[in-house]
């Protein structure tokens, strides 16, 4: 069909050069010509072209957003570690300065919940016995996990069940007595 149409072109750029020979229309006139009913373009994006087009498009899009869903996950992940080191650190502070005299035996646990706004934070504090020197340090776990934001919406995390939801945090303290 496009060979149809650019002999047919040919045939009325002659004949019009043959009807005003001071007026040369060049084979590169972008104006469509119809002849005889067959209408043929020069000019514009055929459906497969927009096709592809769209196709690498879609895929552009998609990845940015795949990106961007990956950007926010990795922002609440962080935000959860941060916001789990402070509450480790006060909740450290306050078995070693609270409690100076009274430190938690070995082989004792205890565990609970921090006060709101961070009741979505659970706290477990066990007390080992050093294997280096057992007489002389205790060793002090402090675990902080979540499970849930405040609205109780589920945190993000893929590792459920491997740390993934949790941070650990260990003292050795020398026993004074």
């Not at 961007?68 to 070693?96: C, F, G, I, P, Y």
Request: proline share 4%; with cysteine.
């Amino acid at each position: 069909m496009r060979q149809v149409c650019e002999e047919r072109h040919r045939v009325d750029v002659a004949s019009e050069a043959k009807q005003s020979p001071g007026f040369h229309t060049g084979a590169d006139s972008s104006a469509p010509r119809s002849w005889k009913g067959v209408f043929c373009k020069r000019d514009g994006f055929t459906l497969l072209e927009i096709m592809v087009a769209v196709a690498i498009l879609g895929i552009a899009m998609t990845t940015i957003h795949y990106g961007q869903a990956q950007s926010l996950r990795a922002q609440a992940r962080t935000q959860n570690v941060t916001l789990a080191t402070m509450m480790a650190m006060q909740k450290m502070d306050e078995v070693l300065t609270v409690g100076r005299f009274e430190l938690p035996s070995v082989g004792s646990s205890e565990e609970g919940v921090f006060e709101p706004p961070y009741e979505f934070l659970h706290w477990s504090l066990r007390v080992e016995e050093n294997e280096f020197l057992p007489q002389m340090i205790r060793d002090i776990y402090l675990t902080v996990s979540w499970d849930t934001d405040p609205e109780g919406r589920s945190r993000f995390s893929r590792t459920k069940g491997s740390g993934g939801n949790s941070l650990e945090v260990c003292m050795y303290l020398a026993n004074l007595q």
